[in-house]
């Protein structure tokens, strides 16, 4: 026969059994939560990147396409005044803009390379954030059996002690 005691501790075993699975159930809940939030940020970033590249594919485009015109408008110029050899104009022209051609793909460059950086960036935040979610660990059955067996064990020592006592008494 069992005693108030163990009845108890059996309850409260129950109890605190359950309420870990309820809390473990929230964690995860959670967790789900900042994963997602993880996610959009992710993909707010990753979208934002790839307007500023959009951004300086136009930007390289325009340079080039400025520097093309003002290097034809050079030539024709000089071609129109009748100054020297034609080939001769268009290669020292060419030569002063192949120097501005170098200069916008420098920079153009160095834009992609900041983007992959950010993009690298932008992946190891995901990947902090989700690694810094730790598992709840769910309480064990097992555990809840032992918990309840040595409450009911001790129960039962306690009523043959009373028992025992009663006898000798």
């Not at 109890?15 to 996610?39: C, G, M």
């Not at 769910?138 to 306690?158: C, F, H, I, K, W």
Request: proline share 2%; with cysteine; aromatic share 4%.
């Amino acid at each position: 026969m069992c005693d108030v005691q163990a009845a108890l501790q059996v309850a409260g075993a129950v109890v605190a059994h359950r309420q870990k699975k309820a809390d473990n159930k929230a964690i995860r809940r959670d967790q789900e939560t900042t994963r997602r939030n993880a996610d959009k940020a992710y993909l707010h970033d990753m979208v934002k990147i790839d307007q500023e590249k959009v951004n300086a594919d136009m930007e390289k485009t325009l340079a080039e396409i400025k520097t093309k015109a003002k290097r034809d408008g050079e030539i024709a110029q000089k071609q129109n005044l009748g100054n020297a050899n034609n080939t001769k104009i268009v290669q020292s022209i060419g030569a002063l803009y192949d120097e501005d051609w170098v200069d916008i793909t420098r920079g153009y460059d160095k834009d992609i390379q900041l983007f992959q950086n950010q993009q690298s960036e932008a992946f190891a935040n995901q990947a902090k954030t989700y690694n810094s979610l730790k598992p709840p660990t769910d309480p064990s059955r097992t555990g809840l059996m032992l918990e309840v067996a040595t409450a009911a064990n001790g129960g039962y020592q306690r009523d043959l002690d009373r028992k025992e006592a009663k006898k000798n008494g």
